[in-house]
């Protein structure tokens, strides 16, 4: 079985508007928002066996807050800038690559890339809010062999529900 967590970057910050959306880095409710994901999924999942990532700073830093929570070492995280704003089938061909001896990955990227592989594996949503995130399960010990057939949805936690965005 191999369980695979989507989570999209924590809220980006649009402060300076001379930057590369690639280079945006997450304001203070993304920094908070990831990190509260990073103890839940701690919570739910115990340590990752593979925290993967695109290489965008906003999804990077997203990636290491989460492994801050999780106790996994940031210098483990594997970074590629294929998962910036990837498809599906660059998603799933990249994914499909993990060593078979890891049996979890917690993912870090973008929309709309991450709505459409959540589409694809037979949840419908509309978009996968920042900082939120949903896993799979997958009846196969083969990551290149995970798909809709073999996809079954275990659980999705949103960000608006963390205690951070409640207003009082």
């Known amino acids: 079985m191999k369980r695979l967590v989507i ?27 990831s990190l509260d994901m990073g103890f839940f999924l701690f919570e739910m999942l115990g340590v990752s066996d593979i925290i993967l990532s695109s290489s965008a700073k906003r999804t990077f830093d997203t990636a290491k807050n989460v492994a ?65 995130a949903i896993c799979f399960t997958f009846d196969t010990d083969n990551w290149n062999e995970i798909s809709p057939s073999n996809a079954k949805f275990e659980w999705i936690k949103l960000q608006e529900i963390f205690k951070s965005n409640i207003i009082n």
């Open 7 to 33: 989570l999209r970057h924590g809220k980006s910050s649009w402060d300076n508007s001379l930057l590369d959306d690639f280079d945006r880095p997450l304001n203070e409710r993304g920094k908070e928002n």
């Open 68 to 132: 801050k929570a999780m106790k996994y070492p940031a210098k483990e995280i594997i970074s590629d800038s294929t998962l910036y704003l990837a498809s599906v089938i660059t998603i799933l061909n990249f994914v499909g690559k993990l060593s078979n001896t890891a049996t979890s990955c917690i993912l870090v990227g973008h929309n709309p890339g991450l709505t459409d592989l959540v589409n694809y594996l037979g949840v419908r949503l509309d978009n996968l809010p920042t900082a939120s």
